[in-house]
């Protein structure tokens, strides 16, 4: 009699030890679990902050270039066209030529084509192909304006006779000239790059 009571003594220590280990088991999962979660919801922050900067970088840098290739495409305004100084009348010679830059980085090829000492004797024209953009020069002995890239050609006036730019009825940007006092001035884009085509 004596000796059961003691088996189910012991027998039930025994049960208690286990549970209470099982116990502690388990709020040591729980423990880690919730420092998985902790560690888990960190790593995801990262994550969506890293994305977050790289999205902005991506969204700040194709912003630029949207702003560049709107610069680029579009007219600048007329507020933003000067008169700007290019040569003396008798440093260009007939037939001959001179790229002129304006301060807005557009290219401008200042042909000489008479001897008249007046503004009709010169001609100014973007020097940028409408057709792909490749750089336009001045032939004098054909008398034309010509892009290397397609064989396109321009008349004396800028109008296309050959090539892609013919094809497509593209002609060279145009700009004013105006001499005074034996100093040819050019009315140029100041502050954007004027349409090219
Ligand atoms: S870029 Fe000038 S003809 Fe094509």
Same mark, same amino acid.
């Given at each position: 009699m004596r000796k059961s009571l003691l088996d189910r003594e012991l027998r039930s220590r025994t049960g208690v030890?286990?549970?209470?280990?099982?116990?502690?088991?388990?709020?040591? +999962? *729980?423990?880690?679990s919730t420092m998985n979660n902790h560690a888990d919801s960190a790593s995801r922050r990262a &994550?969506?902050?890293? !994305?977050?900067? /790289? $999205?902005?970088?991506?969204?700040? $840098? #194709? $912003?630029?270039?949207?702003? /560049?290739?709107?610069? &680029?495409? #579009?007219? *600048?305004?007329? !507020?933003? &066209?000067?008169?700007? &100084?290019? *040569?003396?009348? +008798?440093?260009?010679?007939? !037939?001959?030529? %001179?790229?002129?830059?304006?301060?807005?980085?557009? %290219?401008?090829?200042?042909?000489?084509?008479t001897e008249q000492e007046t503004a009709d004797a010169f001609i100014a024209l973007s020097s940028v192909?409408?057709?792909? $953009?490749? %750089?336009?020069?001045?032939?004098? +002995?054909n008398s034309r304006f010509f892009c290397p890239c397609h064989n396109g050609a321009f008349d004396r006036q800028g109008q296309p006779t050959e090539g892609p730019p013919a094809a497509a009825g593209q002609q060279l940007v145009r700009f004013p000239l105006k001499v005074e006092d034996g100093l040819l001035f050019i009315e140029a884009p100041l502050s954007s790059i004027a349409r090219e085509s």
């Amino acid at each position: 009699m004596r000796k059961s009571l003691l088996d189910r003594e012991l027998r039930s220590r025994t049960g208690v030890k286990i549970v209470s280990e099982i116990l502690k088991r388990t709020r040591g +999962h *729980a423990g880690q679990s919730t420092m998985n979660n902790h560690a888990d919801s960190a790593s995801r922050r990262a &994550f969506l902050l890293t !994305g977050s900067c /790289m $999205g902005g970088g991506l969204i700040a $840098g #194709y $912003g630029t270039l949207g702003i /560049m290739a709107g610069q &680029f495409l #579009y007219p *600048a305004d007329d !507020g933003d &066209f000067g008169w700007q &100084f290019v *040569a003396s009348l +008798h440093e260009i010679a007939v !037939g001959e030529s %001179r790229e002129y830059v304006a301060p807005s980085g557009a %290219r401008v090829v200042v042909a000489r084509q008479t001897e008249q000492e007046t503004a009709d004797a010169f001609i100014a024209l973007s020097s940028v192909c409408p057709h792909l $953009g490749c %750089r336009v020069h001045w032939e004098p +002995h054909n008398s034309r304006f010509f892009c290397p890239c397609h064989n396109g050609a321009f008349d004396r006036q800028g109008q296309p006779t050959e090539g892609p730019p013919a094809a497509a009825g593209q002609q060279l940007v145009r700009f004013p000239l105006k001499v005074e006092d034996g100093l040819l001035f050019i009315e140029a884009p100041l502050s954007s790059i004027a349409r090219e085509s």
